[in-house]
């Protein structure tokens, strides 16, 4: 327990991130039409909370977990990428949903997990 609590400690940006991404993924696919888009880039938003992008993120989050808590680093710069990756899309969607009439804040807790990530990758470990 104390390796972990340990893990805990140091490297939290990584287990907070990747629980943020399962949180979001799980939203995603409990509640579907959640981002619904009546404009000209509905086709965008309207995938964006269905099963094809919200299980891949679910998983994704939940992977990184798994391996924060089996201690594994091997795929930490994969699942940065990706989480960047993705929560680079939602920032876009939340913007353009305030941009159009539909005021949220989501962008900018989008944002600033957008920074969290690209500081965590920049940085890295405390432990190398």
Not at 15 to 27: D, E, M, W
Not at 104 to 124: E, V
Request: aromatic share 16%; glycine share 8%.
């Amino acid at each position: 327990m104390s390796d972990l609590k340990k893990r805990l400690r140091q490297d939290w940006q990584f287990i907070l991130i990747a629980l943020t991404t399962a949180g979001v993924g799980l939203n995603f696919l409990i509640h579907p039409g959640l981002l619904e888009d009546k404009s000209t880039y509905a086709f965008i938003m309207n995938v964006l909370d269905d099963a094809v992008f919200s299980v891949p993120i679910m998983v994704a989050g939940i992977i990184g977990v798994i391996l924060f808590f089996l201690g594994k680093k091997q795929y930490r710069s994969f699942l940065l990428v990706f989480y960047q990756f993705v929560w680079m899309i939602l920032l876009l969607a939340y913007a353009w949903r305030a941009i159009s009439g539909f005021q949220n804040s989501s962008w900018i807790m989008a944002l600033c997990i957008n920074i969290a990530i690209f500081l965590l990758a920049l940085w890295g470990d405390l432990d190398g």
